[in-house]
């Protein structure tokens, strides 16, 4: 059985807690880049993939919904199947979702469906845009447009987000399978919503993959475990 690294002074429970405060800390952070980039006009571009591939209304509709219900389940429980590891995966995805912030100051590209309502949003609406999206309070009835982003595009957080939790989990065989197939089904879920760019999609694999990789490679490399 692998020996579980120990943070002299950091009991698990904090080091939890911890890594949660680093995820929506970097989350909130690449947020604020974010909002300004929405409010930044941007013309829309061909893709050849999308032009291909039909706009499915529903799925664009719920999209947001099936990536709560194939990430959040097997997240806990990779949680409780392994923290330690849960843990380093938390301080990683914190990670790239500040590199996804920094590319989306960079890129600037503008909405698939080429209609740029964000443009020019004042900071009265980048501020209770930017409380709702943190709290999730976009959920309400009362949401304004505003609310949704639609120039959060490169790279894909949909792709970045169950991908490296796809990374994260592979040594365990019960949770490998399931994560690979809700990961299949969300990036499909993102092509028919016509929700991100290809290359959106294809550089939330790049970056992920890097990252990762630089993450681990300090660490043992763990042999696979039953179960």
Known sequence: MAQRRQVKGWPTW????RAFVVRVACYGLALRVQ??????PAPTLPDAVLAVIPYVAWVDRYNYLLWLLAYVPLGLAFWWKDVERFIRYMETAGLIA?????CIWMTGLGPVNGHDVNAGMIVA???ETFWKLLT??????DSPAHTY??????FSGHTATTFLLLLYVWPHRALRWPMLAAHVLVVASVFFSHLHYTIDVVGAYAITCCIFGLRELRTNVRPAVPG
């Open 125 to 127: 609406q980048q501020n």
């Open 136 to 141: 999730l309070d976009f959920f309400s009835g």
């Open 149 to 154: 982003l639609t120039k959060d595009l490169f």
């Open 14 to 17: 904090l080091r939890v807690v």
């Open 35 to 40: 909002l300004f980039a929405e409010a930044r």
């Open 98 to 102: 500040l590199a996804r912030g920094a």
